[in-house]
């Protein structure tokens, strides 16, 4: 089970850090983990991934803005979101492996 948190209303401008915990397994470290994001009338967007030896990759549309990590002892993943605009604004979700979490609302007022 994939349990997203963090999400919110917010400024233009402002940061927000998702939280994404995974429960049920005793391997978190062994998978990577996956951020993305689905806004209203659009397709789900690929946002960042982080493998299990801490490499990263970024969609270009929050790459210097979005940071991804994980705490594998605590079977969490995060995203830091800085310097959010309106267009930021969807549903965000993270994945594990083949499974996802049911998202979190992040809202960027201008």
């Known amino acids: 089970q994939l349990v997203e948190s963090g999400g919110g209303l917010v400024q233009a401008g402002g940061s927000l850090r998702l939280s994404c915990v995974v429960s049920g397994t005793i391997f978190f470290r062994i998978n990577a983990m996956g951020w993305y994001r689905q806004a209203p009338g659009k397709e789900r967007e690929f946002l960042a991934t982080?493998?299990?030896?801490?490499?990263?990759n970024y969609a270009d549309s929050v790459k210097g803005r979005f940071s991804i990590s994980r705490d594998n002892a605590k079977n969490t993943g995060y995203l830091q979101m800085n310097s959010l605009k309106p267009e930021d604004t969807a549903v965000y979700y993270c994945?594990?492996?083949?499974?996802w979490g049911k998202g979190t609302l992040v809202t960027v007022s201008s």
């Open positions: 982080i493998s299990s030896g801490g490499s990263t």
């Open positions: 994945r594990y492996a083949a499974h």
